[in-house]
């Protein structure tokens, strides 16, 4: 595996959004934000490039607006 800089800073990033919304999810009993903040911490572990981490990242949060938009 070959990690850059980037890759790292944004796998802490996504990580450290992931821990956030597992707590808030977690909290407030929402099971949309707990599954996208278990994914965004869990996936960054296996993806070595930054612009695959954003891009997974930004999907996976779409994922999750739109699961709140449509009341889940």
């Known amino acids: 595996m070959d990690w850059s800089a980037a890759a790292i800073l944004a796998s802490f990033l996504v990580s450290t959004a992931g821990f956030g919304l597992f707590l808030y999810g ?10 996208a903040g278990i994914a965004l911490m869990v996936f960054p572990c296996f993806v070595t490039s930054a612009a695959i981490t954003w891009s997974v990242a930004a999907a996976l949060v779409g994922l999750l607006w739109f ?4 009341g889940w």
């Open 26 to 35: 977690r909290k407030q009993m929402r099971m949309p934000q707990l599954v």
């Open 67 to 70: 699961a709140c938009r449509m």
